[in-house]
């Protein structure tokens, strides 16, 4: 009987240890889709905003439940193991560094550098973004993640008709592992496609994804990347 409890308590404590504090910086589509869906597998999330108590903020902080609080994009990172940035593409390496210390944390980057030519849309950097984050964050371990896919697929991935790939770069395989068990939560299917070199390329679906969707006679699809035996 001892032995039983003994375990029950491990397994309840491990299960508690495992909950991670999220700073979800950005409250637009993509911050609201990832925070009440990390929050719905049991982390706390801390939204980052440039005006925390803005009523749409407020909303989504009741929406998001689980303990979910909004403060200053710099406050929210300061406890956080885990940051998404879920910001403007253009404007990733200014808000990483004014963010200060980063160190040890993953960060997950959504985000998508797009710069309009003409009627479509092209890739605005000659790396990634990914890869302009790391640089600014240097003792962090980003993944890229979530930017090949609409934010209501975020939300609702079962309204898509079939499974759909979320593509992870980065160097770090742990938090590639971390990030891979949060796409897994969502009803998502992750696929470590490499290195933080990779991340221009996964930002080059982005492109391909967002003329053909809006493109008027294109097809319109979702990626599902199956995997070989
Ligand atoms: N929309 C999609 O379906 C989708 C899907 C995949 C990836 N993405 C990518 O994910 C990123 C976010 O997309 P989104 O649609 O959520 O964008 P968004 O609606 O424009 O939201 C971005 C958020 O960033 C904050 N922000 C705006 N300007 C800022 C500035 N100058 N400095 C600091 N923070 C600023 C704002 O939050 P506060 O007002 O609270 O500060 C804003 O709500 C983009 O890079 C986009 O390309 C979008």
Redesign the pocket.
Known sequence: MKVFFATALFFVFVGVSSADTIAV????????ALGVSFAKQGHTIV??????D?GS?QDLVEETGHGATATT?AEAVVGADIVVL????M?VEE?TLSLGDLSGKIIID???P?QRSFLTLRHGVDTSNAEIIQAAAPDADVVKA???????T?LEPDESGGPVSVPLAGDSGSAKRKVAKLVEGMGLDPIDVGGIENAHWIEGM?ILWINNRYGSTRDSFDFYLRRTP
């Not at 910086?25 to 609201?32: E, K, P, S, Y």
């Open positions: 910086i950005g409250t637009g589509d993509v911050g609201h939204y980052g905003s440039r005006n925390p803005r903020v994009q879920a910001v403007p593409g404007l808000i959504p985000t998508n797009l979530f930017n090949t896919l609409n934010w209501k975020m982005l």
